[in-house]
């Protein structure tokens, strides 16, 4: 999610609205934005009954202490003095570690985001290191992160218990989705795009980001990258959501159709640029879901298939008319465990939406954005950027 791309978004989802109901047969819905419809019968295969942690929530927020010498202006900045949102987790010696974005304020040298690191001993109050741990320096990376920075991780544990990042690399103009390892969460090797290898370059100069890969969540916490068929998979994609494929969980294939496949609904936004890709997932006319949907967590390889989080945005002009315009929400889908193309179920309304202050008034009103997830001490923590300004969480027990 990209504040950029949110609000370039909204200005265009007027002008695209008539052509989105002419040629989406959407059906208008009656339930209040207060209180969602009840999910549809059938849906036990979702993560659902999450409670927001409202006696300690936002968990973390702007701070003006934590001080980091910019390779790149040579200056001091307060690299998370503006807003910190949009978290990564990982379990590691007992503790939840959080990779999380941090935005400096904008002056002489303007605003750049770059990833921090905070670890917890109980899910809920973090202690944050001092200097971020992936930021934009004067690297083979600084022409596709600078000036706008590094954004929106998700990480998962490879087979040799190397840490895997996807993350979003911001030059101003384009969002593309980068790649980096580490062997323990505090140093990392940047592999630049995702998808350089592919199709001759294809895809690298296209906007791309949120990398969800398939994973198992282990009893001990772990999330570990899962091979299907003989190779690891990854949602991605923030106007609809495609899939790619890897050997080696840095070099990625983006799925396309085959010959003479159509796309399941009428190309808009980001997506007029890659109209070869295979929508896996598609936006939905008259829903909460009309505008955009976004990978969320990294996505739960279960006995019943995989489950994928993902977060969404509504237009209400072709969507659902009792949600603000902008509202970000999430829901559920899943997917075949053999088969990660093909779509077996989708909740027919979010689980989750802005409620509270912090929700829904920010640096981007009306967001909650999830991006991690984690299990933990018998119980699953959910943690989420609020109005791109703060970071919150919701748990709900481990079965």
């Given at each position: 999610?990209?504040?950029?791309?949110?609000?370039?978004?909204?200005?265009?989802?007027?002008?695209?609205?008539?052509?989105?109901?002419?040629?989406?047969?959407?059906?208008?819905?009656?339930?209040?934005?207060?209180?969602?419809?009840?999910?549809?019968?059938?849906?036990?295969?979702?993560?659902?009954?999450?409670?927001?942690a409202d006696s300690a929530n936002p968990i973390m927020g702007p701070s003006p202490i934590g001080r980091f010498q910019?390779?790149?202006?040579?200056?001091?900045?307060?690299?998370?003095?503006?807003?910190?949102?949009?978290?990564?987790?990982?379990?590691?010696?007992?503790?939840?570690?959080?990779?999380?974005?941090?935005?400096?304020?904008?002056?002489?040298?303007?605003?750049?985001?770059?990833?921090?690191?905070?670890?917890?001993?109980?899910?809920?109050?973090?202690?944050?290191?001092?200097?971020?741990?992936?930021?934009?320096?004067?690297?083979?990376?600084?022409?596709?992160?600078?000036?706008?920075?590094?954004?929106?991780?998700?990480?998962?544990?490879?087979?040799?218990?190397?840490?895997?990042?996807?993350?979003?690399?911001?030059?101003?103009?384009?969002?593309?989705?980068?790649?980096?390892?580490?062997?323990?969460?505090?140093?990392?090797?940047?592999?630049?795009?995702?998808?350089?290898?592919?199709?001759?370059?294809?895809?690298?100069?296209?906007?791309?980001?949120?990398?969800?890969?398939?994973?198992?969540?282990?009893?001990?916490?772990?999330?570990?990258?899962?091979?299907?068929?003989?190779?690891?998979?990854?949602?991605?994609?923030?106007?609809?959501?495609?899939?790619?494929?890897?050997?080696?969980?840095?070099?990625?294939?983006?799925?396309?159709?085959?010959?003479?496949?159509?796309?399941?609904?009428?190309?808009?936004?980001?997506?007029?640029?890659?109209?070869?890709?295979?929508?896996?997932?598609?936006?939905?006319?008259?829903?909460?879901?009309?505008?955009?949907?976004?990978?969320?967590p990294p996505a739960m390889l279960t006995d019943q298939g995989i489950r994928l989080i993902y977060n969404s945005r509504?237009?209400?002009?072709?969507?659902?008319?009792?949600?603000?315009?902008?509202?970000?929400?999430?829901?559920?889908?899943?997917?075949?465990?053999?088969?990660?193309?093909?779509?077996?179920?989708?909740?027919?309304?979010?689980?989750?939406?802005?409620?509270?202050?912090?929700?829904?008034?920010?640096?981007?009103?009306?967001?909650?954005?999830?991006?991690?997830?984690?299990?933990?001490?018998?119980?699953?923590?959910l943690y989420y950027g609020t109005a791109d300004s703060k970071i919150a969480v919701a748990t709900r027990p481990a079965?």
């Amino acid at each position: 999610m990209h504040t950029f791309h949110k609000n370039a978004g909204r200005l265009a989802a007027a002008a695209l609205a008539l052509a989105a109901l002419m040629s989406c047969n959407g059906t208008e819905r009656t339930s209040t934005a207060a209180n969602p419809p009840a999910a549809a019968t059938g849906d036990g295969w979702a993560l659902l009954n999450f409670t927001k942690a409202d006696s300690a929530n936002p968990i973390m927020g702007p701070s003006p202490i934590g001080r980091f010498q910019d390779p790149i202006s040579q200056q001091p900045v307060r690299w998370e003095e503006k807003d910190v949102f949009n978290p990564a987790v990982a379990v590691k010696d007992g503790r939840v570690y959080m990779l999380y974005r941090a935005e400096n304020k904008v002056g002489a040298f303007g605003k750049a985001s770059r990833i921090g690191l905070a670890s917890s001993p109980d899910g809920i109050h973090f202690t944050r290191q001092p200097e971020p741990v992936l930021y934009p320096a004067n690297d083979a990376q600084k022409p596709y992160e600078w000036p706008g920075g590094t954004e929106d991780p998700r990480v998962v544990e490879g087979p040799d218990h190397t840490y895997y990042m996807t993350y979003t690399a911001y030059d101003g103009k384009l969002a593309r989705l980068q790649v980096a390892s580490s062997p323990d969460l505090r140093h990392w090797t940047k592999y630049g795009n995702v998808f350089t290898q592919a199709f001759g370059g294809k895809y690298v100069d296209k906007w791309s980001k949120s990398g969800s890969i398939v994973s198992r969540y282990e009893t001990d916490g772990r999330i570990v990258a899962a091979k299907i068929n003989g190779k690891y998979w990854m949602y991605w994609g923030d106007a609809q959501i495609w899939l790619a494929t890897s050997d080696d969980l840095v070099h990625w294939t983006p799925v396309e159709m085959a010959p003479g496949e159509k796309p399941p609904v009428p190309l808009r936004a980001q997506a007029l640029t890659v109209p070869d890709l295979k929508i896996i997932l598609p936006t939905r006319a008259g829903m909460f879901d009309s505008d955009l949907v976004e990978s969320g967590p990294p996505a739960m390889l279960t006995d019943q298939g995989i489950r994928l989080i993902y977060n969404s945005r509504n237009e209400p002009s072709f969507g659902d008319k009792a949600l603000p315009v902008g509202t970000y929400t999430a829901a559920q889908a899943l997917f075949d465990a053999n088969d990660p193309t093909k779509l077996l179920r989708r909740t027919d309304t979010y689980f989750m939406r802005p409620e509270r202050p912090y929700e829904t008034t920010g640096q981007v009103n009306q967001v909650v954005f999830l991006e991690g997830l984690a299990r933990f001490k018998s119980k699953w923590f959910l943690y989420y950027g609020t109005a791109d300004s703060k970071i919150a969480v919701a748990t709900r027990p481990a079965d």
